[in-house]
């Protein structure tokens, strides 16, 4: 089994900055063979998709909406992924989860439904 469990989120003025992480447990397996993601919930909105890392970080992809402001990263010796979030908005304000995918070969990994395991979030909140 795969635990996740996030932390970091908390109350945040619109152009400040905030650091997200994810850390895992997992009996029996080696975190850096699994790619990890970040997506957000905001009420009334869709789940939307925010980053990805593979289990080496040798490769990322971010969506639109944060590319240039977020950055993924992850320390496989430590067991955790992190989001560094910077020049936030408030349209930033979410629920902010991290997911880990056991799947391998996929193309895009940007779809909630490719992700195994999921921590329990932590919210973000941007004032204006």
């Known amino acids: 089994q795969v635990q996740l469990v996030e932390s970091g989120g908390g109350l945040v003025q619109a152009g400040g900055s905030l650091r997200l992480s994810c850390t895992a447990s997992?009996?029996?397996?080696?975190?850096?063979?699994?790619?990890m993601g970040w997506f957000r919930h905001a009420p009334g909105k869709e789940h939307e998709f925010l980053a990805t890392?593979?289990?080496?970080?040798?490769?990322?992809d971010y969506a639109d909406s944060v590319k240039g402001r977020f950055t993924i990263s992850r320390d496989n010796a430590k067991n955790t992924m992190y989001l560094q979030m910077s020049s936030l908005k408030p349209e930033d304000t979410a629920v902010y989860y991290c997911?880990?995918?056991?799947?391998?070969?996929?193309?895009?990994?940007?779809?909630?439904?490719?992700?195994?395991?999921w921590g329990q979030g932590t919210q973000v909140t941007v004032s204006s």
């Open positions: 997911a880990l995918t056991t799947r391998t070969y996929y193309y895009s990994y940007r779809s909630r439904s490719l992700y195994d395991y």
């Open positions: 997992a009996s029996g397996r080696t975190f850096s063979s699994y790619r």
């Open positions: 890392i593979s289990g080496s970080a040798g490769s990322t």
